[in-house]
Nanobody
Framework: QVQLVESGGGLVQAGGSLRLSCAAS????????MAWFRQAPGKEREFVAA????????YYGDSVKGRFTISRDYAKNTVYLQMNSLKPDDTAVYFC???????????????WGQGTQVTVSS
């Protein structure tokens, strides 16, 4: 069983950058697809980015392509989300997820972190 803990959220001005981290514990980290989702107030959870464990293929949501980058450090059991050129619309709670499927579909993940708040001011 994998457990996930996110960190790195905060308040940033539009145009700024943040890097989120997701520390994973558990033996199966290396064989899970990993992803980031986000949920803004009053909206459904939205796919942000994912990396498959086998071929390490990358996937991004349309709204973040070219601005966000997902990466993972297998030695540290950590997944990162580098967010650049942030916009007020990026304001949301960001969740890390692990699972055997996906990679862009929420139901493909069976383990979730508690979330970290990202607020982008205009």
């Amino acid at each position: 069983q994998v457990q996930l803990v996110e960190s790195g959220g905060g308040l940033v001005q539009a145009g700024g950058s943040l890097r989120l981290s997701c520390a994973a514990s558990g033996r199966t980290f290396s064989t899970n697809n990993m992803a980031w989702f986000r949920q803004a107030p009053g909206k459904e959870r939205e796919f942000v980015a994912a990396m498959t464990w086998g071929d390490r293929r990358l996937y991004y949501g349309d709204s973040v392509k070219g601005r966000f980058t997902i990466s993972r450090d297998y030695a540290k059991n950590t997944v990162y989300l580098q967010m650049n050129s942030l916009k007020p619309d990026d304001t949301a709670v960001y969740f890390c997820a692990a699972g055997p499927a996906g990679p862009t579909i929420e139901t493909g993940y069976n383990t979730w972190g508690q979330g970290t708040q990202v607020t982008v001011s205009s």
